[in-house]
């Protein structure tokens, strides 16, 4: 409060009360990041220079779940895909198609068009299926990750249902005065697999950015084993190829004491062959995906305010063709902007007011000739208030507009209360109720036949509660281990049933699901150079259609097909003079395949490991020589019903590392 | 689902001097100085449950008459170590013991034990395979699609003693069900509006009969007359408008002429149809319900014999008439529903994924 003061008086002091600013808006986040790198983080403060430090989205998502993956966890795939990472590292259940091939995320019991998707702020699903597939997205493109399971559409709107996965490619807070840095990276691996990657980055005080291209490609021919005619027969998979290309370009470039514009540019290109169900015809379908996204934004912070504008737009193109119906072309362009006003009302209350606007503009062969084009519209409120310093709370509101049908007004509640804090135990209660909405999508309102526009916007009304307990036993040994209990309902879930000639999606029902999530992590370093960290969660998730309407065939109250009612991840890392060793190990519980709960996927275990070691060959030059082996039990699994995984399979991987 | 297909295996199974059974067969006694075949006695109701696409996960359902219950829920899978039917089940047909299944999207037919349901053979490597016809017990008939591109699909023909593929014919577009009455093969052109003709003893092509847009579905009926219903045309600008309505059509064996008849709603296709057991009284589903009409009658009924609901396939019992009709949403297990020859519902059982026809035997 001195410093604002200070600066109110007059301007002349703006360094100091930025950096006191940066200190209390992100008092979190900075202090972690100064635990990890300690060393540039401190030399940031001490230069004499600007910090535009606006306040993260998250700081109004109080009570909820947080899992953040940042740049430490993403080494090892640095060249896979969204896909690899969260199979491998969380207890999260993706459907999965084959390598390579299409994977689909279920939160917390939903399904994939029930999580919002974003980069650097924006819903990056594709709106005419209204869902991403996360082996389209390359780890390359983005430097974090986080997951916050559970409903947040008044924090980050369309689709938040069952939960929000953010990619952010900006400039973290530790970005600012590196220099250049670089890196290339080549792997080889089972099955014909090739990745390259470079990537390379530069900043000082006044600009930073990140260039980085990578390619992966593979052949898939892979053995597998099918069951025909009584006997268990080995088969080699056919038409599983692709390759894949991605480039990102950041750059944020501070624009005096207390501005910034940021830009980025982030292009994929997928060419996949579509892998056929096992003992089906082989249509040798083949599908190209490229996505072109491009996003602007500026923001100004002072003292008592903040104001920030962004704009984007994307380019979705998805052609898929196979033997028997040849080609279908679909091009989806979108344009959004958001803008908002945070004011910090005081050292302990700040308020966001914003509004988005997107408009739709789609060429898809399924829907005429004609381009269809929709625009959508919302307004959101964000209050965050600590009462005390112990009691954090927020308070979120948003209000969409949509062609045709409204949704209802969204708010989101959240309190955290640091219960207790003494000695070498702290321990924090959450809780968080909110309000959700998911927009009919493009298909499900123009496919034709069957697009249905008279459909209504899914709602859901969900909370979860739940208590973090940190154990720092020692400055070197800390556990931190969450415990969180969730329930929501899903009203109007929409599905595609079959009519006398073609399917068409309605509101069939309504759904509920609840379940339990524990995770723990422990880190420890006792000194010298040896580092270890381990993670270990476990999810319950029991998701049931609670009613429906006439036209609703599926039972009620049995467990929804392709979510597992159990699954749990647990993974190790450790570091020793330059050596690394890495271990997960995730099981995968039953699904069913069908909604009258008859018919399952079994369960599987799946181990995988890693061993490297870094060297250092000159100065600023390092090299890692990086082994890695997956399914190292040999399993033989599906992921999704009637498609081939492969057996144990390794990659190589070769990375030259500069500064 | 074809119980005409199951009738070339009946004289094994006929018997002979049934008065009682004969009277709950629905022929007219006044029109019919010929009593023609003796009555049919079945036991037991093979499902097809064709599955979800790609998943590999058709089978056959058992339904025993005897118990009114599934006695099997997936007959192929048990009976067979474990082994997946395949992908689409299409269709089942029986000549004698055996059964042929139409295994649409994994390109093959499956020939199986009706005793045990074993698998005895596969007829591999056919184009996307939909209805199968035999015309002996050494000689039998595939309708294959091959490509959605509206260019001509094929007939293959087979030779039961070895399973193979002895020759190709080529038909019309999309070829849906087939056939064989007398000595002619019959072929839905489901792309087109014709019926190819094909002599079974020289298979080759007699000519093209143009019935209505879309036939999808062909019986022969006690007198060797051949009936083929249409769905219509469809054409999306851009809601679904069904531009031609649906038709039932008749063929004088040896005639390349049809008599079509239009169903009098544009709004909905016309499908599955059916005969009964003395082979004088069709049924087809319709405007969400199921219409009968006797081979002699002079038009097309205007109200249903069973109201509710939109069948996926539909079956009626060749012992005693008795209606079967699926409901298939295919997120869940789909559902079979009996009615009496009245229409009056009888029961319902649960059954696999997309329930789309009915053998009897």
Redesign the interface.
Known sequence: MVLQTRFLTGPAGPLVWLTAALLTATAQPAAAQMGTNSPDTARVLQLPAVRVAGIRATRFAVGSRQLTLDSLALDKYRTGTLADVLSARTALYLKNYGPGQLSSIALRGTSARHTAVLWNGFNINLPSLGEADFSLLPVSGTTQIEIQPGPAGATYGNGAVGGTVRLSSAAAADTWGRGWQGAAQADYGSFGLGASLLMASFSNQVLALRTSLSYRRADNDFPYYASEGGQRVSRRQENAAFRQISFSQDATVRLGAASELTAAVWLTDADRQIQPGIGTNNTHAQERDQSRRLTAGYRHVSTRHEWAARAAWFEDVLNYRDNLNGLSESSVRTTQAQAEHTWRLASNASARLGAETQHFAAWVDGYGAAPRTENRYSAFLLLRYDPRPRLQLSLNLRQAVLPGRQPPLTPTAGAEWLALAGGSHALSLKANASRSYRAPTLNERYWRPGGNPNLLPEESFGYEGGLVHTLTATPRLRLKTELTAHQQLVDNWVQWTPGERYWSPRNLRQVQARGLEASTELRWTPGGTYQLTARGSYALTQTEKTQGTAADSDPVGRQLPFVPLHSAAFSTDQAWRGWQLGTTLTYTGYRYTDASATAFLPGYLLLNASVGRTLAVGPGWRLLVLAQGYNLTNQDYQSYQNRALPGRNGSLSLRVLWR | MKPFSAFASLPARLLLGSAATLSLLACDPENDPNPGPAPIITNSVFVVNEG?F????ADISLFSKASSSVTN?ALFASS?????L??VAQSMAVRDSLGYIVVN???KVEVVSLAKFK?KA?ISNLK?PRYFASASSDKGYVTETV???GANGQVSVIDLKTNKVTKTIEVGSQPEQLAVVGSRLYVTNNGGNTVTVINTSTDQVEGTIPVGDGPNSVVGDRNGRVWVLSSGK?V?N???TLVTKGSLSMIIPGQLTATTRETASNQ??PGNLTINGSRDQLYYTYL?GVYTVSITEATLPTTPLIRQG?F?GLGVDPQDGTIYGS???????G?VIRYRPTGAPIDSF?VG?GPNGFVFY
Not at chain 2, 327 to 333: D, E, I, Q, V
Request: charged residues 15%; glycine residues 8%; hydrophobic residues 25%.
């Open positions: 979800n790609t998943r590999s996960n829920l067979n170590k474990g082994a997946p395949g992908d999207n994994s390109n698998s596969t996307m490509t959605y591109s469809v999306y851009p809601n679904p909905s296709s969400g939109t996926r409901r298939a949403p295919f997120t869940a297990a559902k649960a994924i």
